[in-house]
């Protein structure tokens, strides 16, 4: 029980505004290193695959994106049932930070799935297991996005919210088992926790280095967005008034 406050020091939006903005430059810095990195050994230091030729390097981004549309929407339910359950301010705030860029990554996955589907089944869709359950999260994000814009009270905007998140996780474990339920054209899971890489140690490397950068693109996208609406929420407050009192003064 000591360690409870020390736990939650963070959890007071100021304190979150000031920790998450001395984060961002080594965030960023982090994304473009790591993306500039990856893509470079993808594209021209793994060697072309025996099978699909040289149509299979849009793993590095598509791989990747698909990774973090499911754990992104784990993380934007858990923080919005957070919220929900303690009625924790910051963590609906994260929350809502989460999705737009969770549904970007979702869109990234698909269109660059799209991208692979075409010269590897010859389609650029087909209403398989694993492509539709992905669809289907994109739609969860935007129906979140949705719900909470329609709501003007904001605390039951975030209520209705977190419901819809909470009911929609299960469609994470669908998405990820999918290939082992069902027979479907995506194939199986080329990482595994469980057994050996099904890969070249370069195409690991750059699978790898574009996974770190995404996380720490998501991290900085993610706290930029918190921190404008912790001042937006938080606007009458004295230390808020006092940002923009210290930026007026700066623009004179």
Not at 215 to 225: D, E, G, K, P, T
Request: charged share 15%; aromatic share 16%.
């Amino acid at each position: 029980m000591k360690n409870l406050p020390r736990f939650f020091t963070f959890a007071a939006p100021k304190r979150f505004y000031y920790a998450a903005g001395s984060s961002l430059p080594w965030l960023y810095s982090l994304t473009l290193l790591c993306a500039l990195s990856g893509l470079y050994v993808g594209f021209f230091v793994a060697p072309t695959d025996a099978t699909q030729g040289e149509s299979y390097r849009i793993i590095f981004i598509h791989v990747p994106a698909a990774w973090m549309s499911m754990v992104l929407y784990v993380a934007m339910a858990f923080w919005a049932a957070i919220g929900w359950a303690f009625n924790a301010r910051l963590a609906s705030m994260v929350a809502r930070s989460l999705a737009p860029t969770g549904a970007a990554f979702t869109f990234l996955a698909l269109w660059t799935g799209a991208l692979w589907g075409k010269p590897t089944w010859g389609t650029w869709w087909v209403w398989d297991a694993r492509l539709t359950s992905e669809l289907i999260l994109l739609f969860l994000y935007l129906g979140y996005m949705a719900l909470v814009e329609a709501i003007d009270d904001t605390r039951r905007a975030d209520q209705a919210g977190a419901l819809l998140a909470v009911v929609g996780v299960i469609n994470v474990p669908i998405i990820y088992f999918s290939v082992r339920w069902w027979n479907t054209l995506h194939q199986g899971a080329t990482i595994s926790m469980s057994a050996a890489p099904k890969m070249a140690h370069t195409m690991l490397t750059a699978m790898l280095l574009m996974t770190v950068a995404f996380w720490a693109y998501a991290f900085a996208v993610v706290f930029a967005r918190t921190r404008a609406m912790v001042l937006e929420r938080e606007r009458e407050t004295e230390w808020v008034q006092a940002i923009g009192t210290a930026a007026n003064r700066e623009r004179v």
